[in-house]
């Protein structure tokens, strides 16, 4: 065996046998990450973050810090965005859907019922599609790392109960600014206004809008139960989260700090979906004590409501291209499996 090699295995053991604390073996420097989200502190998503803020502290030995900075104080998932991509702040996590302004492709998310349950989601985004899509965004300036879970979508309204589709006939429904769900929720007969989620509970005080729609786990807590009356079980869409990085500061990290920050990133990912499907389990009976009243809609109704939303599949394959649309439909198929 050759010194080289000889060295080289000593020092790959040496490194196993002490990695967690020989960050000063590393090429890391002192840095400071701006993670900016929209979510409360007590959410999911502020969860989420939190772990990954400790994560990387200890993987870098304390070099590396990360400021979470929640509630959208830093801005709206789409302002955000920008200051990433301008180099203004290091990191972010905010949902898919605000991101196709940027990157067309990440529309194919909106597909409504494009999956069927969290187990069909995770295999197909942590798979060669949901990478494909995910670097798409470098050209635009973002490293997307890992897909978190927000969840499946139900609707909130404060007018009546939706039990069939014509209810919807007038609702002022705030959507994400992303023009799948305004087309989906106008395709089903709603007044759709998109607006950033930043200013939706204030809209929903002030009842500029009636209704939105989000997953279990947001409604409770961002507290929309203290606004909204009446909550319809759709299930109308898996929304994913992704967790980017300013492209331009990512660029200038050494190939340790980057493994630092997707090591960190794949724990809170797990971490991320395991916290929030528990949560989800128990939410809806949570939001029906907090006097929420809850309807599931019959199945004849939902079949009508999928059939009507079946439009929006076209304009979406046209948007993402023909090529992403059928190898998305393929890997949820062989998911299925
Ligand atoms: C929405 C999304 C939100 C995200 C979040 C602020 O309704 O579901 O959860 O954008 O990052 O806007």
């Known amino acids: 065996m050759s010194i080289f090699r000889r060295t080289l295995i000593a020092a790959t053991a040496a490194a196993a046998f002490t990695a967690p604390f020989a960050s000063f073996a590393q090429d890391i420097k002192p ?13 999911n998503q502020g969860r989420a973050v939190k772990l990954f803020a400790e994560e990387v502290e200890k993987a870098s030995g304390g070099k590396m810090k990360v400021r979470a900075i929640g509630a959208a104080a830093l801005g709206s998932d789409v302002q955000m965005q920008q200051a990433l991509i301008g180099g203004a ?7 898919t859907a605000t991101l196709v302004g940027i990157t067309k492709e990440m529309a194919i998310w909106d597909t409504p019922f494009l999956f069927n349950n969290a187990k069909e989601a995770d295999v197909v ?9 995910m670097d798409k965004l470098q050209e ?10 927000n969840g499946f979508r139900n609707l909130t309204n404060n007018k009546q109960p939706v039990a069939k589709l014509e209810d919807l006939n007038g609702i002022k429904l705030r959507v994400m600014q992303n023009d799948v769900f305004l087309n989906s929720f106008k395709t089903l007969g709603a007044n759709a206004i998109p607006l950033p989620f930043s200013e939706l509970f204030t809209a929903l005080e002030t009842k500029t809008v009636d209704g939105q729609e989000n997953p279990y786990n947001t409604i409770l807590s961002s507290k929309f139960y203290e606004v909204q009356k009446y909550l319809t079980v759709t299930n109308h869409v898996y929304s994913p989260w992704i967790v980017t990085v300013s492209k331009k500061w990512w660029d200038g990290l050494s190939k340790d700090e980057q493994k630092v920050l997707a090591d960190a990133a794949k724990k809170s990912r797990d971490f991320e979906r395991q916290d929030t499907r528990a949560e989800a389990a128990k939410a809806l009976g949570d939001l029906k004590a907090k006097g929420m009243q809850v309807n599931e809609l019959s199945a004849a109704e939902a079949n ?11 304009s979406i394959a046209a948007n993402v291209g023909e090529a992403l649309w059928k190898e998305t439909q393929e890997a949820v198929a062989a998911a299925r499996k």
């Open 140 to 149: 635009k300036g973002l490293v997307g790392l890992v897909y978190w879970e």
């Open 304 to 314: 009508r409501m999928r059939e009507k939303l079946g439009a929006v599949n076209a």
């Open 89 to 95: 702040q290091e990191m972010m996590v905010g949902s």
């Open 125 to 133: 985004l942590d798979g060669p599609v949901g990478q494909k899509v």
């Open 31 to 43: 840095r400071l990450i701006r993670f900016g989200y929209g979510l409360n502190e007590q959410s």
